[in-house]
């Protein structure tokens, strides 16, 4: 069964540092979403891409956090500089095209612990 | 905006018993609703989902869940729970169809006792 491939699983960092997360979608999922999930919360969308376009940024940190997806397949989600509160789940997903309302599945996560 | 409440922080449940999690709604127009499941350390696994047509939906391992329109819930139950059934749920809302952002409850742990 295809599966959200991310990277790493875990990162510890100081504050002040950069990191950066890696995810693959499922293959020809043209949609992709990060998604940070704090302890005790439910996931909050940070990015939209629709193959290489942003779609909805809106909620992402844009002074301190970025996102790419240069070929409209992978995606980095990058944190520069991180600090005490960017501890948390950040979740990758993607969807297909499916009518009229595809699944969104989700990838292991990376768990960022800000130091 | 839409929103989702999960009322409940932690349900228990015995081996056996059907079990039920609870979710309310609050979305303009039609709802597109989903439940997900988390495991300790994993990311979030799809259980189903309500888009339009017959009330309850019939999902992954033995879950289904009931939209009710006049009482905007999205109930998850199941008939004889499992202890491998223990993990956090969550239960989303999207405002639109198509490939459109979840917003989720703040997730409900079940227990369920042998």
């Known amino acids: 069964e295809a599966e959200v491939a991310q990277s790493p699983r875990y990162k510890i960092t100081e504050k002040s540092q950069a990191v950066a997360f890696w995810c693959d979608p499922i293959?020809?999922?043209?949609?992709l979403y990060w998604y940070r999930q704090i302890l005790g919360q439910g996931p909050e969308l940070l990015v939209q891409?629709?193959?290489?376009?942003?779609?909805?940024d809106s909620q992402l940190p844009k002074d301190r956090f970025s996102a790419e997806r240069l070929k409209g397949v992978d995606s980095t989600l990058k944190i520069q500089p991180a600090e005490l509160g960017d501890s948390a789940m950040y979740l990758c997903?993607?969807?297909?095209?499916?009518?009229?309302?595809?699944?969104?599945?989700f990838g292991p996560g990376t768990r960022l612990t800000v130091l | 905006a839409q929103s989702v409440a999960q009322p409940e922080d932690q349900v228990n449940v015995a081996e056996g018993n059907p079990l039920t999690v609870k979710c309310t709604y609050s979305v303009s127009g039609n709802p597109y609703l989903f439940w997900y499941v988390q495991y300790p350390n994993r990311g979030l696994q799809f259980l189903l989902k309500y888009i339009t047509g017959d009330n309850l939906v019939k999902g992954s391992y033995g879950f289904e869940a009931e939209f009710n329109k006049s009482q905007t819930s999205f109930h998850l139950k199941k008939p004889s729970a499992l202890v491998s059934d223990s993990a956090l749920y969550f239960c989303?809302?999207?405002?639109?169809?198509?490939?459109?952002?979840?917003?989720f409850g703040k997730g409900t742990r079940l227990s369920v006792i042998a």
């Open positions: 891409f629709q193959d290489e376009s942003v779609v909805d």
């Open positions: 989303a809302v999207s405002r639109y169809s198509g490939n459109t952002p979840l917003v």
């Open positions: 293959s020809g999922h043209a949609t």
């Open positions: 997903a993607s969807s297909s095209r499916d009518f009229p309302t595809p699944a969104q599945f």
